[in-house]
Every structure is written in C-alpha cells, then in structure tokens.
C-alpha cells in the first residue's frame, strides 16, 4: 500500500512540474512574440528551468497538441502563429458548445448544483485580495464554464471545449501582455454572478444572453470569458 501511495505522490508532483513548465514555456513565447519565426528548443529549456528532460518533453507535448507549437523534426518546436480569425473562431465554437451544454444540464442544475456553483463564485470572491497573475485567473475561469458545462452529462462536449479554452488560454494571456506588458492580473467574478443569478430565478433565456456575453468577452476585450 505504502509503495503505491509513494507512486501516486511522484506521479501528482511530475504532473505538477509539467504544468508549470508549461505556462513558463507559454509565458516565453508570449513575451517574446515578434513577427519573426520562433524555435524553442528542448535541451536549451532544460538548461533554462533546471528540470529533467521529462516534464519539458511532456508540456511541449501538450503545447503541441494545443495547437500552440509544432515540432519539427531536427530542427525544433516552431511556435503557430495566432490570427484573429483563429480568436473569433474559437470564440463561436465556445459559444455554441458552452449554450448547448447550459440548455441539456439546466433542469439538473436547478435541482442539485446551484450549492456547487455558488460554492465556485464564494471561493474566487476570497480570493480577489491576493496578487495573482493570469495563468490563475484563466485557471479559476475555465474552472467555473467547466463546471457548468459539466452537467450537461456529455464526454465528448466537454473534450471540445477543454480544447477551446487549452487555445483561449493563450490568446487571454498575449493580450494582457500587450497591454500592460505584466502578467500580473485580478479576479472578476461579476459576469459569473450573474450568470448564477439568472439560473437560481430558473431563467434560462437570461443565463444564455449572460453566458454568451461571458465568452464573447474574451474576443471584444480579451479577458476571461
């Protein structure tokens, strides 16, 4: 029992350093973003985090399925270049998946989830004091439209639109940049208040108008929706 409580241990702190190194390498492209052709190298990122090769090969991996870079072989892992179109694409595609998902889980979230999704919206108000950066903020508002997609009871959906905030992610991220030139940033829970308001008044037609505005925030302004 021991040896296997040992291995989940390894296995929870390898998936944590992952993670890390993969918002620092997202950081890096984002900060570094020019017109010129991008080429990340493995065995320099190594160097630069002071890591094992393992969770650099593993989040370039995932950068890599999120659309983010492309490895070439020989040659490198070449950064994709994000268009608007790919913003506004992504943010219809959200639309549609998120709307459909708040449409098939309402009666079930009118029943048994409004605890659950209140719970959410109180954790990130105690939270709006401390200094945060946006990989955090993003973090607490995928976590909220997941939950709510959740209900719904659809895998393939939510697969969907795991991706769709994985490439959100990014896009939220470059523009804070651009704009303040920090990655430090704040919580905003308002636009989820308002989302669960509608659904507590068992609203459904408001929760979609206040849904859609949410995502369709992060195309107009580029914050979290």
């Known amino acids: ?24 390498i997202l950081e890096l492209i984002i900060k570094n973003a020019s017109e010129e052709e991008q080429v990340l190298n493995e065995k320099r990122l190594v160097e630069l985090f002071g890591v094992s ?33 790919d913003a506004r694409d992504i943010t219809k595609l ?13 009666d079930n979230i009118i029943q048994y989830h409004l605890p659950d999704i209140k719970a959410h919206i109180d954790n990130t108000a105690r939270m709006q004091l401390e200094p945060v950066d946006v990989w955090r903020v ?22 969907f639109l795991k991706e769709s905030l994985g490439i959100q992610k990014r896009i939220y991220a470059q523009f804070s940049w651009n704009k303040k030139q920090s990655m430090d940033d704040c919580f905003d829970e308002e636009p989820h208040v308002g989302i669960y308001r509608a659904l507590q008044d068992k609203d459904l037609d408001k929760a ?13 302004n580029r914050m979290p929706g």
């Open 1 to 24: 029992m021991q040896l296997a409580e040992d291995i989940n241990f390894t296995t929870e702190k390898k998936e944590l350093l992952s993670e890390k190194i993969h918002d620092e």
């Open 53 to 85: 090769k393992a969770p650099v090969r593993e989040a370039l991996i995932k950068l890599c399925s999120e659309g983010v870079l492309r490895n070439v072989p020989r040659y490198g892992y070449v950064v994709v270049k994000m268009k608007e179109k």
């Open 94 to 106: 959200r639309c549609i998946l998120e709307t459909e998902a708040l449409k098939a889980g309402f």
């Open 138 to 159: 993003w973090e607490d508002n995928e976590q909220f439209h997941l939950l709510l997609a959740s209900y719904a009871d659809n895998q393939l959906l939510m697969k």
């Open 208 to 220: 979609l108008e206040l849904l859609r505005r949410d995502i369709s925030s992060s195309l107009e």
